[in-house]
């Protein structure tokens, strides 16, 4: 094998493909071979779909042998999280719950991703329901880190991370509640980008939070996450939630131009919680746009501290009535021991659920229940409100925040699952984005002393991803090192 297809950018594989450098079913069988070589290891994917990815790849080829034009991800692999509905495969959420689960429709993501002449590979892994920050939820396996296998690769869309990071896709589809492209892409050394809530279609993507969850891609290039998002985002009749804006043209906004940047550095990131190695590799990285002529602007976003309580009220809420519905009757596991209408509900979901998400639906339950709903949702929602506000305020100073992504990096398997509380504050500088329903991006910005990646995180406007994009674009190309690769190779 001459070209090591499998650590090439989607970019590159496009060009390559579309000019006719290399057919799109080399470069999918070259990637095949590299999960078979890896993913014994690393154990990101859940289903590998090898006869549906060479027949995607050789329909790409007949496309190029007939003279049309391909696609703008022609021949790109491309792995999607065990959440999103395909008509291939299952859709079992890493869940007991839909383990056989069969959907019979595509997401939006899934077709419009198709229509674009991408391939894919098959789904990665992921906590249950998207519910966890390292990816120790799954009901399937255990995903680990490739930069180190005792490590977390994070979560929940730890398997996207992990596929990414080891060389065994260059893009893959993830979903983000509360950090979970985010985190994860820190903790493995990947660009991870939530876009502006309603900017993607939500359409066959699982439920956990509605007003929370968001689409997008974890990639190893900024201009590779743009130009996944050139392709996903978009207008969808079938989601009311999405929003109606033009077309976008992300990789063309990549100019690299950064004068008159104003960057703001929030000081309630910058305490005693956030890890000494992480603090100074994210410092070292607001120094490049120092030192490139942006301005940096201190700024304050004082209803941080309330964001952890905020998020796990309403997302539990949320998940409480989303996931009501996976009850034994028409779909999902039912219990072959129950012989009532009650055994069945109490014993299908006690079984069928793992112990996160039991722990969040009766959380969920009970701040809905008559006589806390005010105290707990109500207040919840105010306090939402406020945390949106002091956005509002700092935006009126800045142009992006940046911060870190992640308070430590990756941690041994076990170190935090058996304290719910430790592994919620995995996601503490992560979570406040989504409940102001902003666009936000994580970025690789070093290694640590023991070889584990940091992440930067950057925040922008509502809609203004190109300004975020760009900014993450300009640090990649000026940060005057290269990540290498994990050393599972």
């Keep these: 094998m001459t070209d090591a297809w499998h650590w090439k950018s989607a970019r590159e594989i496009r060009d390559a493909v579309s000019a006719g450098a290399v057919s799109a079913t080399q470069v999918v069988s070259d990637h095949l071979a590299r999960i078979d070589d890896v993913d014994g290891r690393v154990d990101a994917f859940t289903q590998v779909w090898r006869d549906m990815a060479l027949e995607m790849a050789g329909a790409v080829d007949a496309k190029i042998a007939r003279g049309e034009t391909p696609g703008p991800l022609a021949g790109v692999p491309v792995a999607l999280k065990e959440l999103f509905c395909t008509r291939e495969g299952k859709t079992s959420c890493a869940s007991k719950m839909l383990e056989n689960f069969e959907s019979p429709y595509d997401a939006t993501v899934v077709k419009k991703l198709a229509a674009a002449d991408a ?10 329901f998207a519910m966890g920050s390292s990816t120790e939820n799954s ?56 876009p502006t809530y309603g900017r993607v279609s939500r359409f066959g993507l699982v439920a956990f939070a509605s007003s929370l969850d968001q689409i997008g891609p974890l990639t ?3 201009e590779d996450a743009a130009l996944t998002l050139d392709v996903i985002c978009g207008k969808d009749p079938m989601d009311a939630t999405s929003a109606d804006l033009p077309a976008t043209d992300f990789v063309g906004g990549l100019t690299g131009d950064i004068s008159g940047l104003r960057v703001g550095l929030p000081r309630e990131y910058f305490t005693e919680a956030l890890n000494a190695e992480m603090r100074e590799k994210v410092e070292r990285a607001i120094d490049v746009y120092r030192a490139n002529g942006a301005e940096i602007v201190d700024i304050s976003l004082p209803c941080s501290d309330y964001a952890i309580a905020v998020y796990y009220i309403i997302c539990t809420a949320e998940a409480s009535a989303n996931l009501a519905r996976f009850d034994g009757v028409r779909y999902g596991f039912r219990h072959p021991d129950a012989k009532t209408m009650q ?35 109500l207040k919840a929602q105010k306090a939402r409100a406020l945390i949106k506000k002091d956005f509002d305020a700092a935006f009126e100073k800045c142009d992006v925040i940046a911060g870190p992504t992640s308070p430590t990096p990756s941690f041994a398997f076990g170190a935090k699952s058996d304290d719910p509380l430790e592994m919620y504050l995995s996601d503490i500088y992560t979570i406040s984005v989504n409940l102001a329903t902003l666009p936000g991006m994580s970025l690789p910005c070093g290694l640590t002393d023991a070889g584990l990646p940091a992440g930067l995180q950057l925040i922008a406007r509502p809609f203004d991803e190109a300004t975020l994009l760009n900014a993450a674009h300009f640090y990649e190309k000026n940060r005057g090192f290269d990540m290498g690769r994990p050393p599972i190779a």
């Design 119 to 128: 391939v894919f590979l098959g789904k990665v892994n992921m906590d249950e």
């Design 139 to 194: 009901a399937i396996k255990t995903t680990k880190n490739p930069w180190n296998l005792n490590c977390v690769p994070g979560g929940s869309s730890g398997g996207s991370a992990a596929a990414v990071a080891a060389g065994e896709c260059p893009i893959s589809l993830g979903s983000d509640t509360g950090g979970s492209i985010r985190q994860p892409a820190c903790l493995c050394g990947c660009v991870g980008i939530k």
């Design 220 to 222: 190893r290039t900024v």
């Design 343 to 377: 055994e069945m509900y109490v014993l299908s979901k006690s079984a069928g659920f793992g112990p996160e998400v039991q722990r969040r639906i009766m959380l969920g339950t009970y701040v809905l229940s008559s006589g806390y709903y005010d105290a707990y949702y």
